[in-house]
């Protein structure tokens, strides 16, 4: 298995642009390892004195959002090729707070996963159930559909250099993570579907994350897991406990 593991931090709508340089100042020591690709998505503002911040080290950025536009009367919003221009790598597209908070559904977030292929960014690509989905038992059923939608027309070559990152809603900010089991099962069909969608060796190489209270304590047990490639981490990403949830 030749699948690079990646750490990404999402820190949400955290950190002012000044303290957004301190953490980023703070955590350099403690997330060297040139094993793992580490990726901090930070909020916009933060987007170029971060990317300063992190020059000369191992570290990565990623955007939170973008819009599917290149450029014109879209007040208030950024594009693809502005934050490829800033230094941005990866995005994060369909996060449940996005897709809860500001409706983006599955028809807009395909257009988003095309449009950062098409500029050069990796998508971080979310997905993943309620706990009403998962106590009536469709979270499979649940995340097909969004994979299926988010991914249609994609070619496979990019899938395999996509991110995805299961994400169960009821783990996220919660404290409750999803057990090293459960968080297996759902990475291996996600798995199995984009071997079923594309192909084996497409499903070989794609990278899956999985995200919802991870940290310290639990990075390790999750990250042996077999289609566990790596974490998309919240609050934990926001503290120096980042730095051991890298070496995990
Ligand atoms: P959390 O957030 O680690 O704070 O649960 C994860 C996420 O929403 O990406």
């Known amino acids: 298995m030749s699948r690079k593991r990646i ?3 999402n820190w949400k709508m955290n950190m002012t642009p000044s303290e ?4 980023v100042e703070e955590l350099k020591p ?3 390892n040139d094993d ?3 990726v901090y998505c930070v909020p916009a503002i933060d987007i170029v004195p971060v990317v300063e911040a992190v020059k000369g080290t191992n570290v990565q ?6 819009y599917i536009e290149d450029k ?3 007040t208030g919003e950024i594009s693809a090729p502005m934050l490829v221009d800033a230094g941005v790598k990866y995005v994060i597209i369909g996060h449940s707070e996005r897709r809860d908070y500001f409706k983006e559904d599955d028809t807009f977030l395909n257009k988003k996963v095309k449009k950062a292929i098409e500029a050069g960014l990796t998508p971080i690509l979310c997905c993943g159930e309620s706990l009403e989905q998962r106590e009536l038992g469709v979270t499979m059923d649940w995340i097909r559909l969004q994979i299926k939608s988010d991914l249609a027309g994609v070619a496979s070559d990019d899938v395999k250099k996509l991110v995805i990152a299961y994400e169960p809603i009821w783990a996220i900010g919660t ?6 089991d459960q968080a297996q099962e759902v990475c291996k069909g996600i798995r199995d579907l984009i071997a079923e969608i594309y192909d084996a060796p497409t499903a070989e190489a794609v990278r899956i994350q999985y995200g919802g209270s991870m940290n310290a304590g639990n990075a390790a047990e999750l990250l042996a897991k077999p289609d566990i490639d790596g974490g998309l981490i919240g609050g934990a990403s926001l503290k120096a406990e980042f730095g051991q949830v890298v070496n995990a």
Do not use: P, Q
């Not at 957004?20 to 953490?23: F, G, R, Y």
């Open 7 to 9: 750490i990404a931090g």
């Open 36 to 38: 793992v690709d580490v």
């Open 20 to 23: 957004a340089v301190k953490l």
């Open 61 to 66: 950025v990623g955007a939170e959002n973008f």
């Open 72 to 74: 014109g009367a879209y």
């Open 30 to 32: 403690l997330v060297v």
């Open 175 to 180: 404290g409750k993570t999803a057990t090293s």
